[in-house]
């Protein structure tokens, strides 16, 4: 009968050790498979962030093109028609000398070359916004190109992409055409080992040409009351809301004000248009 109890007791110290084992045993693969949901938790929020993030990149750099971009794509337009880059003065901005009912597309398409080639290179870092530091860790770069070239920008290399051709879209001739330039943005997104990349591909349109002259606050051909007379002066009493030009010259005496552009055709000699 005492061997019997012994016999019992030691079952039911084997069944207990063997009860443990397998209780550390569950808890361990239980703990593994906590961490492991914790970690894969941790990441699903890292990439929803980044995801967030990288959709708000791309609506700064729609901001970007409406805004700084377009001003810079503005003064290249004007810079390239006063050095007379595109060609004689004709009916077509971007296809000079040719008088067909539409513009030359492969002309279009050179000069639009240029012009691409003037904006990048007139934009920061050659077309690279950032990175920037988001709050929680995180870092946002937009990079812009006209050229199809990808400036380096948050450590990545610069690199070539697949862009289309700059053409004509309306408009007539001696009046307001309308032009697309295409580009191609890439956001990248980052916080820790998660990141994202939103690639966007899309056309710039703007208008140029001749304008209405309705819209100067004062136009002159030639600024004097007659060939021979002296030269009307812009003094500190003057005050004009809007853009100013003449063909011919200005004179200045104390602080004028203007509310616009002020331009001149630039003639040397008095009395001459330009």
Not at 62 to 76: E, M, W, Y
Not at 87 to 104: E, L, Y
Request: glycine share 12%; charged share 10%.
């Amino acid at each position: 009968m005492a061997l019997k109890t012994q016999h019992e007791q030691g079952m039911a110290l084997v069944s207990a050790l063997f009860l443990i084992v397998l209780v550390l045993g569950v808890v361990a693969v239980t703990t593994q498979l906590t961490v492991g949901n914790l970690r894969q938790t941790g990441d699903t929020v890292a990439t929803a962030q980044t995801l967030a993030l990288a959709q708000g990149g791309r609506n700064f750099a729609q901001s970007l093109l409406r805004g700084p971009v377009g001003t810079k794509l503005n003064d290249a337009v004007v810079d390239l028609a006063q050095r007379n880059v595109l060609g004689n003065a004709s009916t077509w901005v971007f296809s000079k000398g040719d008088n067909s009912p539409s513009p030359n597309p492969q002309r279009v398409a050179q000069n639009m070359q240029v012009l691409a080639s003037q904006l990048q290179n007139s934009l920061p870092g050659g077309g690279c916004y950032g990175p920037f530091s988001v709050e929680g860790g995180q870092t946002l770069s937009v990079r812009i190109t006209f050229t199809g070239v990808l400036p380096s920008c948050d450590g990545a290399a610069t690199e070539t992409v697949s862009i289309g051709v700059g053409r004509f879209i309306s408009g007539a001739r001696n009046s307001t055409q309308t032009y697309s330039l295409p580009y191609v943005t890439v956001v990248a997104a980052n916080k820790g080992a998660a990141r994202r990349t939103l690639t966007v591909s899309g056309e710039y349109q703007f208008d140029v040409g001749n304008g209405s002259f309705a819209r100067f606050a004062l136009l002159t051909d030639v600024h004097q009351q007659s060939d021979n007379a002296a030269q009307i002066y812009f003094t500190s009493d003057t005050l004009f809301n809007g853009p100013v030009h003449t063909n011919g010259n200005f004179a200045f005496y104390g602080q004028p004000w203007f509310g616009g552009p002020v331009s001149s055709s630039g003639v040397t000699e008095t009395g001459m248009n330009g």
